[in-house]
T-cell receptor, first 113, second 116 residues
Framework: DQQVKQNSPSLSVQEGRISILNCDYT??????FLWYKKYPAEGPTFLIS?????DKNEDGRFTVFLNKSAKHLSLHIVPSQPGDSAVYFC????????????FGKGTSLLVTP | DTGVSQNPRHKITKRGQNVTFRCDPI?????LYWYRQTLGQGPEFLTY????????KSRLLSDRFSAERPKGSFSTLEIQRTEQGDSAMYLC??????????????FGSGTRLTVV
């Protein structure tokens, strides 16, 4: 069963605009959430994370928002750049699993000039 | 240290053969994870080690899959009697216990297995 869902397989955004990638989860035990970026033929690269005690975390152009009551998180990229074009994976974990990550299927982001 | 290293990058094997993949984690990382990724899916957790102890292996896909980390450094993932459904990208990741919240996990580039 898919405990982490990314319902948008793809997203296209113009350079300079905001990209918003969404993620939903079903397991209320998840207490740690991450976003990864992946280019073809490479492993996923860590972008940003948030623990369940927070509702927002920022790192430069990247901000992750967590809404625990809705079991929803989102990644905002502002401003979007062509180099941001990649597949973005949302992942979630809980302490009891040893921090093993449960991934969504990914959203392919294309930033056009 | 240049990150997590996986070998080989590509492996083509005939159905029924055994294959073994190697992962060298970042040297100071005590946790090591194996994932599998198939086309159109996110990485799927298989197993993980803390130092040399394998703390979770119930999510290995079948008893044909096994993993070791004999000295708490590098790890191997073996698939016996390969089947065409085993064709996938096999990813290794490592982390330090204290660094997870800030730095996540560091993934290798993966080993792409094709079973013909």
């Amino acid at each position: 069963d898919q405990q982490v869902k990314q319902n948008s397989p793809s997203l296209s955004v113009q350079e300079g605009r905001i990209s918003i990638l969404n993620c939903d989860y079903t397991n209320s035990m998840f207490d740690y959430f991450l976003w990864y970026k992946k280019y073809p033929a490479e492993g996923p690269t860590f972008l940003i994370s948030i623990s369940s005690i927070k509702d927002k975390n920022e790192d430069g152009r990247f901000t992750v928002f967590l809404n625990k009551s809705a079991k929803h998180l989102s990644l905002h990229i502002v401003p979007s750049q062509p180099g941001d074009s990649a597949v973005y994976f949302c992942a979630a974990s809980d302490l009891n699993s040893g921090y093993a990550l449960n991934f969504g299927k990914g959203t392919s982001l294309l930033v056009t000039p | 240290d240049t990150g997590v290293s996986q070998n080989p990058r590509h492996k083509i094997t005939k159905r029924g053969q055994n294959v073994t993949f190697r992962c060298d984690p970042i040297s100071e990382h005590n946790r090591l994870y194996w994932y599998r990724q198939t086309l159109g899916q996110g990485p799927e957790f298989l197993t993980y080690f803390q130092n040399e102890a394998q703390l979770e292996k119930s999510r290995l896909l079948s008893d044909r899959f096994s993993a070791e980390r004999p000295k708490g450094s590098f790890s191997t993932l073996e698939i016996q009697r390969t089947e065409q459904g085993d064709s996938a990208m096999y990813l290794c990741a490592s982390s330090s216990g204290n660094g997870i919240l800030n730095y996540g996990y560091t993934f290798g580039s993966g080993t792409r297995l094709t079973v013909v």
